[in-house]
């Protein structure tokens, strides 16, 4: 009988794998918290008629890639293709927008997008991102930036490895004068663009740039920065001022429009060289608009959000070691052995519940010859096995072998944790 496969796109994360994910998403729980956010955990789902009016209709990703189903009452759902909708959904159903008009919340977790799979895209995958409500200078877009720099510092990632793009799409005045310059430019061109661009060209033409189909190079269209109007211009010059004060290393990117529809005024995007075509590893931007769209008051907001997977590819790219845990096998052999064991396990475990060292201890099953024993400590990966036999229980010592140097000592029974745990943080982690 065939056996089951994981669905396309989607795939099991253990071993190295899920380490980096673990660290990923705790050292930017970190930084997230030394910036003032605090944790929200929303649905996995949530009603598809946030993700319409919250990414927008003619984006790729409501069009073509949500996930929607309809429940066992008839309620239209989807899973979530991202994070923003639902953090915003719940500041307006929390009435954070009165209790606590500045709020910074972050979030981690899996979303879902019907794309087509390949190396760094998948259909599941992790997000981990902030959304900073209340604040609309560009103050609060730089030290969004800053913040991601931090993140990406805290995981590990080399400094230059790293670049961000930049760029503005100007406001609700000013994106009126850009979209008719960009239909204007693109109207010539409609019968070489995709059907599905040759829709969107009357609807909303920023789309078509964004268009992932083999269409024509748009290499010369106009660019937002070229419509902002004053205060857009005026906030825009003074991103990039606070961004060079703080040697950000970022490039202006008129050409960066994103995939959707709530930005407005600052936009960018953190790429990663040598990740091949989707080497996108976060991305985010103020959209000043969404919070009252969804019919909240005039809010402004700004955020963004790190993709896990691609940020773990970018740390195994760049070689960033996770410490792995170490392991220590007890194993047992002779009479009155499992005694001395089990507590010699239990006292190890209560010594090993600290962060910078992480332990893991394993135990002989009893009556297991010592050659099967050995076999499972190979098999888990052990570096040490704690030998408690009989004769060395006599006189209150046990043989601790390193096994990847081949070596071992006798130690004393009541010395051998406290041995175990300063050989391991005298270590290098590997
Ligand atoms: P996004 O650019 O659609 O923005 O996604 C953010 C990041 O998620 C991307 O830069 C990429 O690293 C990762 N990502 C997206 N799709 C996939 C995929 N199919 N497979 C693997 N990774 C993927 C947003 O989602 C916005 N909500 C960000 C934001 C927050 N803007 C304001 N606040």
Redesign the pocket.
Known sequence: MSRPAAPR?TRDLFGDEVRRFHHIEGRAADCFRLYGYEELRTPVFENVELFRRA?GDTTD?VEK?MYVFEDRGGRALALR?????G?VRAYLEHAWDQSAPVKKLFYAGP?F?A?R?QA????????T???FFGNGSPEADAETLLLMRDILAAAGLPKDAAVFSVNSLGCARCRPAFRDALRAYLEPKKATLCENCQRRLAVNPLRVLDCKGDGPALGDAPVSTDHLCADCRGHHDRVLALLRAASLRFVETPRLV???D??TRTVF??TVAGLGA?D????????DGLVKSLGGPDTP???????????ARALEAHRVVIPAPRRVFIAQTGNGTADAAFRLADEMRAGGLWESAPLAVEVGAPGKSLKSQFRAADGWGAAWVLLVGEEELKKQTVILKDLRAGSQREVSLARAVTEVLETIAAEKPS
Do not use: K
């Open positions: 796109g990414v990703i890639e293709p991202e994070g923003t909708a953090v979303m997008r794309e799979p760094g895209r998948y259909r599941e995958f992790r997000q991102g902030g959304e994103r995939g959707l709530y930005y995007e953190v989707q996108a590893i976060g991305a985010g931007g103020r959209y907001a700004v955020g963004f959000a790190f993709g896990v997977d691609r940020l």
